[in-house]
């Protein structure tokens, strides 16, 4: 298969991991649906909360081999062979500060927005609460459908992963 995954966030808006290897160990087997649990992804970095996942991934084959971006909750599997996915391609926006976003997605398991400019943009004017909404995330990917949210971030070279439902407010750690 020619799926490289580029990020995978599994977590909430206080603890989550970095599952990019992970994902791609899964695609490596050929696999092209990922099951999200706490199994798959190799610990609950939040026990007792419902996690969220985000994957940003290419495929030669999908999406004129531009980055596609999905997400879903806890407890679903994502299929990264999606018919309609349609994430737009985002130019990359430098940090300009100690906070350097390395991906964000929003979306759903079919249709999702690569927000990894959006979120650098906010964080650089000095925002560090990202509200997840349409409104600042969108457009709305999937229409009538909750989505979710998920932010792999650097500071000082510290590397954190967050992620969340849709009308959720994630803070960042700054440090």
């Not at 999905?70 to 996915?85: F, R, V």
């Not at 560090?128 to 990917?141: K, M, R």
């Amino acid at each position: 298969m020619g799926i490289n995954i580029l990020a995978a966030v599994y977590g909430t808006t206080t603890a989550g991991i970095n599952v990019t290897a992970i994902c791609q160990n899964i695609i490596n087997n050929d696999n092209d649906d990922i099951v999200v649990d706490n199994s798959t992804m190799g610990s609950d970095p939040d026990v007792g909360v419902v996690k969220s996942f985000g994957l940003l991934y290419t495929d030669e084959q999908l999406n004129n081999g531009h980055p596609i971006a999905l997400c879903c909750q806890e407890n679903a599997t994502l299929d990264l062979m999606p018919t309609q996915a349609s994430t737009s391609f985002q130019q990359p926006l430098a940090a300009s500060g100690a906070i350097n976003v390395l991906q964000a997605t929003y979306g759903t398991g079919s249709n999702g927005n690569d927000v990894t400019a959006i979120c650098q943009a906010l964080v650089n004017q000095g925002n560090f609460t990202i509200p997840v909404n349409n409104a600042v995330l969108g457009p709305d990917p999937n229409f009538g459908v909750v989505k979710s949210f998920s932010i792999l971030y650097s500071v000082s070279g510290t590397v954190f992963a967050r992620a969340c439902q849709e009308n959720t407010n994630l803070t960042l750690a700054t440090s």
